[in-house]
């Protein structure tokens, strides 16, 4: 493990807490007053489709477009995507042209039956179920969809495409694309439905959801939708996500990033995985209670059959590759057994164990679909597209992307893979770095400075939780806690200040094999509240923690 230190300045209780958030600021590329105004006080008017770059000559096009098809009664497919991005997208551009009076359907492909994104299959099954349908809007998709577009096309189906995923070298046919790669596909969505009119307040709930599940940069644009979608979500009156909230255990009041990301996209995303995502849609935009309640219930109990499999697959997949990978520089894996609604995040659970990018496969009898993870610095879309020649269809993003190829090509695919990879990624690439703000005291953490730094909040790509430093800090205490004993629980002790703090290592288990009490240590951690019986007091999470040297 690497650690980069951002800063230099070594923070002592000399220093205040206003000191420590404005390097953190500095850190995260923040410097001038109305930089810092900004991200400490994000506006939400600041959240355009100009600031997106989403293209005006496009939005008026398919605004045009749009309120022909309501004014001629013609029949809207809005077609998204089966991910919590996608889901979100659907609901926001649905009950807005619901609103206005549209005759219009909402459409998510099967993962399995149908694939990813638009598709000429898709288009037939859509045809099955409104028969005078005139106009596709996609959502979260659609921008590699070159071939399903021209099939529309020929069947009198204009296609206005909203999505954020990279274009191919081959642009499709659509009527109007309204794009933009600095958001998420819902808040594209999100915008061209408030382009069209809409002033729903709780879209923007739905939109936060999107932007934090579908882990992209939490800077400019997309801090503002998050930070103000929470706020809105702590209220929210939409009753699929009331339901929701309660099957996890979850009050609106206390939702975050970490919940969103953690805890209720999971559950959105089970049904796509495992089963059908128009569940998750209609339990976001069903206005019964009861109906709420039981789509509620029956997302969560998918989302545990998920966790099940997912441990089951990881588990035996981690044990595969530990036989097999060797000195090669990427993992590629495949199992006519692999689920494919699960592989995405099975590849995800690789690199996480092997710090590599990992790509998994699940294999059919003539098509496969593959699901790829990547680490920091590798555009793990684009390496895959150096092997499009092999290939199918190629979608994604840097960090996660998915094909499918030919089962029968599969071996040529995997081989040129592992020798492209081996030119491509580099020594620098494969280590791991953890980030650190500063070093800091023991004595400078209260309960003052973590108020402050939930200012900086939420966290998520790009505006990490701030991590800090503190060395030379003794063990007063270790146990082994957790079912398996895989956490630890520390009281730690600065030698010089006398000052004390608690501490939590998830999953560092292990190194209590290799420390007692009374040893001298330095801690990489964030900063937390640890609430007991009502009380409140700083809690050191523990990143990683090794003998002082």
């Given amino acids: 493990m690497k650690y980069k230190i951002l800063s230099r300045l070594k923070i002592t209780s000399k220093f205040k807490t206003k000191d420590l958030i404005e ?8 410097k001038t007053k109305k930089e810092k ?32 098809a309501i004014e001629n009664k013609e029949e809207i497919v809005v077609f998204g995507d089966y991910d919590v991005d ?16 549209a ?90 439905s408030r ?21 992209v940069p ?30 996890a255990g979850l009050e609106a009041s206390g939702i975050g990033s970490y919940e969103i990301g953690h805890i209720i996209s999971p559950r959105i995303n089970a049904m796509g995985r495992m089963e059908y995502a128009m569940d998750s849609l209609r339990l976001l935009c069903t206005r019964d209670r009861i109906r709420a309640k039981e789509l509620a219930r029956k997302i969560s109990e998918t989302n545990r059959k998920r966790q099940v499999l997912t441990i089951d697959t990881t588990t035996e ?28 995040l099975v590849a995800g659970k690789l690199v996480e164990e092997f710090y590599l990018p990992a790509i998994v496969v699940s294999k059919g009898k003539t098509l496969s679909k593959a699901s790829a993870r990547s680490i920091k610095g590798f555009n793990i879309v684009e390496f895959i597209r150096d092997c499009s020649d092999f290939l199918i269809d190629v979608g994604g993003h840097p960090m996660a992307a998915g094909f499918t190829v030919e089962t029968g090509k599969i071996f040529l695919v995997k081989k040129k893979m592992e020798k492209l990879a081996e ?38 790509p790009a505006n990490p939780t701030p991590g800090f430093l503190t060395k030379n800090l003794i063990i007063d205490s270790m146990r082994l806690v957790g079912s398996d004993g895989r956490h630890l629980k520390l009281s730690l002790r600065d030698s010089k200040t006398e000052t004390k703090i608690e501490a939590i290592a998830f999953n560092l288990g292990k190194k209590a094999e290799e420390l007692k009490a009374e040893d001298r240590v330095d801690v990489v951690y964030t900063i937390s509240v640890n609430e007991w019986n009502g009380n409140r007091s700083p809690q050191l999470k523990i990143k990683d923690l090794l003998k002082a040297s």
């Fill in 218 to 247: 939490l800077t400019n644009l997309n801090r503002i939708i998050v930070k103000q979608g929470i706020e809105k979500i702590k209220n929210t009156k939409r009753i699929g996500l009331l339901e929701l909230f309660y099957e």
């Fill in 423 to 460: 030119k491509m990624i580099t020594a620098d690439l494969l280590s791991k770095e953890m980030v650190i703000d500063s070093e800091i005291s023991l004595q400078i953490i209260n309960l003052e400075l973590i108020a402050e730094l939930e200012k900086l909040a939420p966290f998520g």
């Fill in 37 to 68: 105004e900004l991200f400490l006080n994000p506006k939400l008017s600041e959240v355009t489709i100009e600031s997106s770059g989403i293209s005006i000559k496009e939005v008026e096009k398919a605004k045009k477009r749009v309120k022909k």
């Fill in 317 to 344: 997949v981690i044990n595969k590759v530990r036989k097999t990978i060797g000195n090669k520089k990427i993992i590629f894996i495949g199992d006519e057994e692999y689920n494919q609604g699960i592989i995405g």
């Fill in 195 to 215: 382009a069209l009119g809409s002033k729903d307040e709780s879209h923007l709930e739905l939109a936060a959801i999107a932007t934090v599940a579908d882990l």
């Fill in 86 to 101: 996608g889901i979100c997208g659907t609901a926001i551009l649905w009950e807005t042209l619901n609103k206005m009076g």
């Fill in 103 to 192: 005759k219009v359907m909402p459409y998510i492909p099967h993962r399995l039956s149908e694939g990813y994104g638009l598709s000429e299959k898709g288009i037939k099954n859509v045809k099955t179920q409104t028969k005078n349908i005139k106009l596709i809007i996609t959502v979260d998709n659609g921008s590699v969809a070159k071939e399903a577009v021209d099939f529309a096309n020929k069947e009198g189906i204009d296609v206005i495409i909203t999505d954020h995923h990279t274009f191919s070298s081959t642009r499709p046919n659509s009527i109007a694309t309204v794009h933009s790669t600095n958001i998420c596909g819902a808040a594209v969505a999100w915008l061209f």
């Fill in 23 to 30: 390097l953190i600021l500095i850190n995260r590329g923040i």
